[in-house]
């Protein structure tokens, strides 16, 4: 179904408003698993209930990035 994806964003936001943060992450990986979720209908209203709902992140959301560098700077290491 087109609008399937839905009740999986609701079940999110709902985990995340209880502060069940572990429910939310079960719920965006099966929303992941189970629905096309880089088509744009799903991604960018995943991204919205994200700044949404952990006001935290801000716009943060959209420009998430890791690497290696970052988590030593975190850790306190240093280069070498």
Known sequence: ????????????????????YTRACNELGALIYYEPFFQGRIYYNVLRLLEESLPELGSGVRGLSVNAE????DRGETKV
């Open 1 to 20: 179904m087109h609008m399937s994806y839905f009740l999986n964003l609701v079940q999110v936001k709902k985990a995340l408003m209880e502060q069940r």
């Open 70 to 73: 970052n988590l030593k700077e």
